[in-house]
């Protein structure tokens, strides 16, 4: 089974550090894949770290972390070449895309080198569930900010804009992030979005917001629009997920 219909969960979490092995399958990536409605086998999990360089070590982590929670995984490379051959029959057999943190900006470019924009278009149509961390989360948006050109926090107003809006992450463990969203939102440079704290995720149901989910308590989201006064903030109260991934 597949999602029953376009499904997308932006977060700032996934992977989780572990006790036995360097990391876990945490409740939002859980999330994901209750999401896509598996049943009567292992979950298909692919796991996309192009952000981050597909660094080999971050996969071996990732694949340690799915064989503990039963899921089959792979990983879709484009460095230092792509490694599968047919990507897109390769997408539309998974339940869960998983896209990890780095830089949204030199994400965004190799996927559109590489026409993988197109192929995530069509897994999601199909029912995929697109979910990620970071710029794993950005990048579904129309735009957002992020540390992609340096230290500083900039505004990229060219995501894949398959929900509308933009997203801030790391809201409360950068301080950097709140007023840099902020202003741009206020400028004009992005539109109005959400922003989320560490361990938060936006379930989307075609291109509306359908749910808020997070895997620890004391956390939020928060929608952030202009006003009369300038950009306003309004707290959005998560669900809390067990460590299953179902809400507690």
Known sequence: MTAAEPTILATCGGLNAGT?????????????????????????????????GDQRHVEGAELE????????????????????????????????????????????AVWR?????????????????????????????????????????????DGLGFVRGSLAVHYDS????????????????LPEGYALDEGVGLVYRGTRLDDIVAERPGVSAWRVACGDGGVSETRLEPRLLDRGGEAA
Do not use: K, M
């Open 174 to 189: 950068d301080p950097a992030r709140r007023p840099a969203h902020q202003r741009a939102v206020a400028e004009g440079v």
């Open 20 to 52: 036995w092995t360097d990391s876990v399958y945490g409740p939002l990536l859980h999330h994901a894949i209750a999401l896509a409605r598996v049943e009567g086998r292992a979950p298909r999990v692919t796991h996309i770290n192009t952000a981050g």
């Open 65 to 108: 972390a799915a064989r503990a929670a039963g899921v089959e995984a792979t990983h879709l490379r484009f460095f230092p070449r792509r490694n599968i051959e047919d990507v897109r029959e390769h997408l539309l057999r998974q339940d869960v895309i998983w896209v990890s943190g780095g830089s949204v900006v030199n994400l965004l």
């Open 113 to 157: 080198a590489h026409g993988l924009d197109a192929l995530l278009a069509d897994a999601w149509r199909a029912g995929v569930v697109l979910a990620g961390g970071s710029a794993g989360a950005l990048c579904w948006h129309e735009g957002g900010t992020t540390a992609s050109f340096g230290p500083g926090i900039s505004a990229v107003a």
